[in-house]
């Protein structure tokens, strides 16, 4: 019996030296937790201004650009310019076929000939009538004709001075200058000076009133508009300069312009044309025909608390922030946020200037985490 005792005592004391250590070394491996640490990076809490910036679509576009329209349906004889080319104003581009109207003008001058020669027969004539019509109304006067032989005289006289023959000769002179006219319209030209950026017709096809020859425009400075929405165009003034994204050139933003604000809505999208103003140079290559996204600053705050936008974590439906304390630790805060610029946010409420957040780490950290900084610096 005292040997049963003494086993199951001996028994006892092995198992309280195992749970003994198997607690230190629980307790070692919480402590060995405890001693590591994340690595972040943390911004310092400051005031600064933000705008709200909305992005708008739009196309490029020249500030002069001209679509070439025919004043003749006529057949395309020669094309004079290729894409891409500088042209002055007046500049002849294409060519029409000016079959028959050459003769249509020969024709109408001949025509303004024996309009003239008729009007001069007319004056010949009307001189005539009148010192006949004069030579009777002495007569009348000395009562050698009879009343009736005074208005024959007086009648025959105007209608000489009816003016038809002047009017025969403008008629026709007006028939000349439309031929003319046509004739001329088979040289079509440039409008504007500028950069031909579309040829679209080529030799032998038809030109049609309705559609253009060619596109010519002005890169040297371009426009854009967009159309504003009713709840931001209270924000947007002429003179403004706006951010301008154009993909197919560069990610980079370039500078322009607001060239002029519509005062009233489109009755069609209940949207105001905004026009923007592009300058443009040979480094920028940007072209008419591109598409743009036109970054309109809509509302702006100044001197407001601000920090990254990354450093806000969404938990719960509350926007939540890592706040470095004085242990190097996180400490999380309940934060309201305003504006942001797509980069930094405004804080409310929750935060104060000099404290320092986590931007970097921050969905990898809670309370417990020992904190080090990406810098190696520590929290002041």
Known sequence: MKSRYLNVMAALVIVSLLLSLSGCGNKAEQETVQADTITVETVVVENMDITKYTGYAGTVKGSDEVAVMPDLPRRVTAVYVTEGQAVQQGQVI?????SKLDAAVQQAEAAVAAARAAQAANEVQKQTALDNYNRIKQLHTAAAVSDQSLEAAKAQYDALNTGAAEAGVAQAQAALSLAQQNLADCEVTSPISGIVGRVDVAVGDTASM???VAIINNTADLEIEVNVSEADIS???AGTTVQVRINAISEELLTGTIKSVASVADPVTRTYPVNVSLPNNDAAQVKSGMFAEVLLGTQHRTGVLGIPMVAVLP????????VVNEENRGQAVIVQTGLNDGIYV????GLQAGQRVVTKGNT?????SLLDFADGGLAQ
């Open 94 to 98: 294409v060519s029409l076929d000016r």
């Open 210 to 212: 309705q559609s253009p």
């Open 235 to 237: 924000f947007i003034q």
């Open 315 to 322: 938990k719960s439906g509350e926007n939540t922030v890592f």
């Open 346 to 349: 405004e804080i409310t409420s």
């Open 364 to 368: 990898l950290i809670d309370e417990n």
